[in-house]
C-alpha cells in the first residue's frame, strides 16, 4: 500500500483525512511540525507528502523548499490559502499539486493516485499502458506520464496537462484562454500569469533532459505551441 506522509496540525482535518485515505488503501503517518515533516522525509518510506502551508514551527513552503534540496518525493499541498499568489508559489517551488480548503477526501485521494500513477505507482504497469511517440515525446495516456527524449518527466499535475495539451497539436498555436479554459476550469480566479509560470516551469524539466533542444515556442500576442522534435535519446546529457 502507498506510504503517505501528512502533515496537518487541525486534529479534526488530520483525521478525515487519515480516515479517508486509510479507507482508500493508503497508510498514512501524521506529523504536527515541519521539522519532523523533513526528519520523516529523509527516511525514505514515503510515496507522497500532504502539506498544509500553516505548520505551527515553519511554513509549508519553507518546508516544502527544503524538502526539494534532497527529495524528489511528491507533494500536494492542503491549506486554507486559496489564493493564486500562494497557489503559484506552492507550485513553482516543487508542489505536484495544490487543493484549497474545505476540501473532498475523495477528490484528495483521487488526486493522491494521479500523481502516483504519473510517477511509476500505477494500477497498470507501464508495459500494460498503451502509449504514443510524437518526436521526441512518448506519451502514456492512461498512466498520465510523458517521456521525453528517453526519460520520465517528473511533471506537476497542471505541468502534465499543460504539455499534453500543446502535445495534442504539434506546432499549433494555444492562446493563454483556450489554456485556461480547458487546463484550470477549476480555478476560476486563475490568470495568464499562471500559464506563464507554467510554461516556464516546463521548459526548464525539458531543457534538464536535452539542453540543446527548445521546443516549445512563445508566439507573442498569440500563445504558445510545441513542436515534437527528434526522438533521439542521445540528446540527454
Known amino acids: 500500500m502507498p506510504n503517505i506522509l501528512l502533515a496537518e496540525d487541525e486534529s479534526a482535518i488530520a483525521d478525515t483525512v487519515i480516515y479517508a485515505l486509510g479507507s482508500e488503501g493508503f497508510q498514512v503517518r501524521h ?3 515541519g521539522r519532523d515533516v523533513l526528519q520523516q522525509a529523509r527516511s525514505g518510506q514515503f510515496d507522497l ?29 492542503l491549506t486554507a490559502r486559496g489564493g493564486e499568489i ?29 500523481v502516483l500513477r504519473r510517477l511509476g505507482h500505477a494500477e497498470a504497469t507501464p508495459e500494460a499502458a498503451p502509449t504514443a511517440t510524437l518526436g521526441a515525446f512518448e506519451q502514456d495516456q492512461i498512466g498520465m506520464r510523458i517521456r521525453y527524449a528517453g526519460q520520465m518527466l517528473q511533471l506537476t499535475r497542471y505541468e502534465y496537462l499543460l504539455l499534453n495539451m500543446l502535445l495534442s497539436r504539434p506546432g499549433g498555436i494555444f492562446t493563454r484562454n483556450q489554456l485556461m479554459d480547458s487546463i484550470w476550469r477549476d480555478a476560476p480566479d486563475t490568470t495568464d500569469r499562471t500559464v506563464d509560470t507554467h510554461i516556464k516551469t516546463l521548459r526548464i524539466k525539458l531543457k534538464a533532459v536535452a539542453p540543446m533542444l527548445d521546443l516549445i515556442h512563445t508566439h507573442r500576442g498569440l500563445g504558445y505551441s510545441v513542436e515534437p522534435g527528434v526522438n533521439d535519446k542521445s540528446a540527454t546529457p
Do not use: H, Q
Not at 500562494?86 to 494521479?114: H, N, Q
Open 31 to 33: 506529523c504536527l511540525l
Open 49 to 77: 507528502l500532504v502539506l498544509d502551508v500553516g505548520l505551527p514551527d515553519m511554513s509549508g513552503f519553507d518546508v516544502c523548499r527544503e524538502l526539494r534540496r534532497f527529495s524528489s518525493l511528491p507533494v500536494i499541498f
Open 86 to 114: 500562494d497557489r503559484l508559489i506552492g507550485l513553482e517551488i516543487g508542489a505536484d499539486d495544490y487543493m484549497v480548503k474545505p476540501f473532498s477526501p475523495r477528490e484528495l485521494a483521487a488526486r493522491i493516485r494521479v
